[in-house]
């Protein structure tokens, strides 16, 4: 499924404050398998030798399926990966997501974009 983040609410934290240097980040288009409304992004930054030793900027938002996940209590059901390749000449943007599957114990999965899965389960306090 095809979003876009200006049709989405989106909300930004102090530590995410840089992204809104991107031109353009607004028409991003990304992929994700479910339906969501709201995005948070939560943190923006550098990163030295990302691929083939090009640096960028690496934004990281909160998906949701509300329009209003405080309100809801609503859990995250995924992470959106945006990365910013800064050239004079071009700025080029890479998505990336990570959808969470939450589990009634607490425990969730993380399947990524290339469909590899992970399993992680709260420690007990």
């Known amino acids: 499924m095809k979003h876009k983040i200006e049709n989405l609410n989106v909300f930004i934290t102090p ?3 840089k992204m809104k240097e991107f031109k ?3 028409w991003l288009e990304f ?3 479910k339906p969501i409304r709201t995005v948070l992004f939560i ?4 990163i ?14 909160r998906l949701y399926e ?3 996940p405080k309100e809801t209590g609503e859990d995250h ?5 945006i990365y910013v390749y800064d050239h004079p000449e071009n700025v080029r943007y890479e998505t990336f997501y990570e959808q969470l599957e939450h589990r009634p114990d607490g ?4 399947v990524t974009q290339s469909k590899e899965l992970f399993y992680y389960k709260p420690r007990k306090k």
């Open 24 to 26: 353009g980040i607004g």
């Open 15 to 17: 530590k995410a404050e």
């Open 48 to 61: 030295e030798n990302r691929k083939n030793g090009d640096d960028c900027y690496e934004a990281v938002g």
């Open 66 to 68: 509300s329009s209003n």
């Open 31 to 33: 992929e994700f398998p």
């Open 107 to 110: 425990s969730f999965y993380i």
């Open 43 to 46: 943190y923006c930054g550098y």
């Open 77 to 81: 059901i995924g992470k959106l990966y």
